[in-house]
């Protein structure tokens, strides 16, 4: 009960803030670090792209509500709030894995039927978007857009140096250009640009949240 009581003091104080502010960052910051040893775990290869949309929903709809699901302490815990919502996302991944999995329509075929009910939905196009990235995100953006070293730009997919992390992570930042979007855009299927993602994209994401003491 104290360890709720404080996350939902750290969630007032923090929205006694204004959005961006240093403030507001280092609380929404300090409640992630509290609540990731809590939330729920399960060892999936798309557990970690579930967890970040979860952050990004969390800093969206913390304090502000922009989409009408901002935080009520009357329906739960912050954790029990979190949990919910990732466990929603757990489910949409599996069943979009397996739909991904079921398609087995030539790629040229797909292609000459995108305009039609031939689209995969991927579940991360159902997040509400939001005009404004708050300050974690804000981040995130100025890292990728930067990208010192040039490992986001060096890592692209083969023979398709134009389709790279350092494009990929800045498309997929809210508000997200769909991966339906994106699979038109450089003539590439789906399950092509989402699995170079999860597994050359997400992990660099990843890397770099911790060292901001993210996650």
Excluded at 68 to 93: E, H, S
């Amino acid at each position: 009960m104290e360890f709720d009581q404080e996350l939902r003091n750290l969630v007032t104080q923090a929205c006694n803030h204004p959005p961006g502010s240093p403030q507001r960052q280092k609380l929404l910051t300090q409640i992630i670090r509290l609540t990731s040893r809590r939330l729920w775990r399960e060892n999936t290869p798309y557990y970690q792209d579930a967890l970040q949309q979860t952050w990004l929903y969390f800093c969206r709809n913390v304090c502000d509500g922009l989409t009408g699901q901002t935080y009520d302490p009357a329906y739960g815990t912050v954790v029990t709030w979190l949990n919910a919502y990732l466990k929603r996302r757990l489910q949409d991944f599996y069943l979009n894995q397996h739909r991904e999995q079921a398609i087995t329509v030539p790629l040229q075929v797909r292609q000459s039927l995108s305009s039609g009910n031939s689209d995969v939905i991927h579940p991360v196009d159902n997040l509400p978007a939001t005009p404004q990235a708050p300050p974690i995100l804000e981040n995130v953006e100025t890292w990728a857009n930067t990208d010192v070293d040039g490992d986001l730009r060096n890592t692209h997919i083969k023979g398709r140096p134009d389709v790279n992390c350092q494009v990929i992570i800045l498309k997929r930042l809210p508000p997200e250009v769909s991966w339906k979007e994106l699979s038109e855009e450089f003539g590439l299927p789906i399950p092509t640009l989402s699995s170079f993602y999860q597994r050359q994209c997400l992990p660099r994401l990843r890397k770099f949240a911790e060292s901001e003491g993210i996650l």
